[in-house]
């Protein structure tokens, strides 16, 4: 069974720009989550969504936002890029919001 | 905000020493106790999970320990070796208000030295 997958796995960027990331879950697997790591600060959860419904969401700003297909597949997107965004955003799917979380391996973003 | 503390923060240890990483939450309806490893330049992946029903785990030389009454439960690496050099981050998970979450530790870098 194939993994997560993310696209792209880098990217580059300038300030005030815009970007979409996008994650494909394993098959079957319903529930993704997104994370933001950065050196230092661990594993920071962005949100999660479940049959196209945002169940949680995390202490990040509103330039943050994501959406959920039908096919469970998932984007995030940053608006208004700032230097700070720059980090490694990771996903992560489960069967469901209570099962082990499987993660991708990661979209490298670039802010300049 | 529910936190899951996770110590210490770096550890070096000897070719074929034991690691311990130690971790502790606030939840005690958090039910499931995972363990994930991360190499440089990857995500991070499932290498051991506990639920509160045992107070060990064991796979090769990986061992949960889980202290219930405490909300503590560590990562025991026994015989340490350089490849097993890498980030570790504890998480714990179950229903919280506004649903289930799963709460990550901070992490550790372990540096096992040969």
């Known amino acids: 069974k194939a993994g997560v997958t993310q696209t792209p796995r880098y990217l580059i960027k300038t300030r005030g720009q815009q970007v979409t990331l996008s994650c494909s879950p394993i098959?079957?697997?319903?529930?993704v989550s997104w994370y933001q790591q950065t050196p230092g600060q661990g594993l920071q959860f962005l949100f999660e969504?479940?049959?196209?419904?945002?169940?949680n969401k995390g202490n990040f700003p509103g330039r943050f936002s994501g959406r959920q297909f039908s096919n469970s597949r998932s984007e995030m997107n940053v608006s208004t890029l700032e230097l700070g965004d720059s980090a490694l955003y990771l996903c992560?799917?489960?069967?469901?919001?209570?099962?082990?979380?499987?993660f991708g391996p990661g979209t490298r973003l670039t802010v300049l | 905000q529910q936190q899951v503390k996770q110590s210490p923060q770096s550890l070096i240890v000897q070719k074929g020493g034991i690691s311990i990483i130690n971790c502790a939450y606030e939840?005690?309806?958090?039910?499931?106790f995972p363990w994930y490893q991360q190499f440089p330049g990857k995500g991070p992946a499932l290498l051991i999970a506990?639920?509160?029903?045992?107070s060990e785990k064991k796979e090769g030389r990986f061992t949960i320990s889980f202290n219930k009454s405490a909300k503590q439960f560590s990562l025991h690496i026994m015989d340490s070796q350089p490849g097993d050099s890498a980030t570790y981050f504890c998480?714990?998970?179950?229903?919280?208000?506004?649903?289930?979450?799963?709460?990550f530790g901070a992490g550790t870098r372990l540096f096992v030295k040969a």
């Open positions: 098959s079957g697997h319903r529930s």
């Open positions: 992560a799917s489960s069967l469901g919001p209570a099962d082990t979380q499987y």
């Open positions: 998480a714990a998970s179950g229903r919280d208000t506004g649903g289930f979450k799963t709460i």
């Open positions: 969504y479940f049959s196209e419904t945002q169940r």
């Open positions: 506990i639920r509160p029903d045992v």
């Open positions: 939840n005690t309806a958090f039910d499931y």
